[in-house]
């Protein structure tokens, strides 16, 4: 029996402490606000409810309600449950632990915002929705590949990290929001990937595209 589809899309467009000039950002430094991270969100919001999904909106959280709220809608449901998790904002890699956070409207990090804690919990929690997490980030790769994945060789995963910069580089232009978007709001190119209008799917490990 198919289960349900629910979204959530969550932004950070403003952030608390500016950068400093002249210095690389980070949480002690800083961020820029990204103009245009909310309609970049929106759109998407927009495109998943129109095939079908309920979505939740999560606008300027905090580091510690990033990762409560997305915590919650990856745990709630059932294994049947297909579940979106659209992030865009900031991110960086701990030094300390050398892990991938989203950074909150608060310039700050925490550790329920670790990316990987997400995908594990999905992975390996009991079960829970299937869930495709699209990191709309700097150093979004990070969060792509974990040590612990060799044990998950053979098996479709139940959670996918889509990614919009490589582990060591930035994003630009929020370029994977409006990809998906685009995408999204083109019914010949969904059929093409085999997916229907209505619902969009995980792919197996073997599989290069979003069906």
Not at 47 to 55: A, C, N, S
Not at 146 to 158: D, E, L
């Amino acid at each position: 029996m198919a289960g349900s589809l629910e979204a959530t899309v969550l932004y950070v467009s403003e952030f608390a402490r500016p950068l400093k000039p002249g210095n690389l950002p980070g949480p002690s430094t800083g961020y820029q606000d990204l103009e245009g991270a909310d309609a970049a969100a929106e759109a998407v919001a927009e495109q998943l409810e129109r095939i079908g999904y309920t979505v939740t909106i999560e606008r300027e959280l905090s580091a510690a309600e990033i990762g409560e709220r997305v915590t919650k809608a990856v745990k709630s449901g059932d294994a049947d449950d297909l579940r979106i998790v659209h992030v865009v904002s900031h991110a960086s890699v701990s030094k300390e632990i050398d892990k991938l956070h989203v950074v909150g409207h608060d310039s700050s990090i925490d550790a329920s915002a670790i990316v990987e804690q997400w995908v594990t919990a999905v992975e390996f929690g009991p079960p829970t929705p299937r869930t495709l997490f699209v990191l709309d980030t700097c150093f979004a790769g990070d969060a792509t590949v974990f040590p612990w994945m060799k044990r998950t060789v053979g098996r479709a995963p139940r959670a996918l990290v889509v990614a919009a910069s490589p582990w060591d580089d930035r994003a630009y232009d929020f370029r994977l929001s409006r990809a998906l978007t685009d995408l999204l709001s083109n019914s010949e190119e969904l059929d093409a990937l085999g997916a229907s209008p209505n619902v969009v799917s995980l792919p197996t490990r073997s599989s290069s595209s979003l069906t």
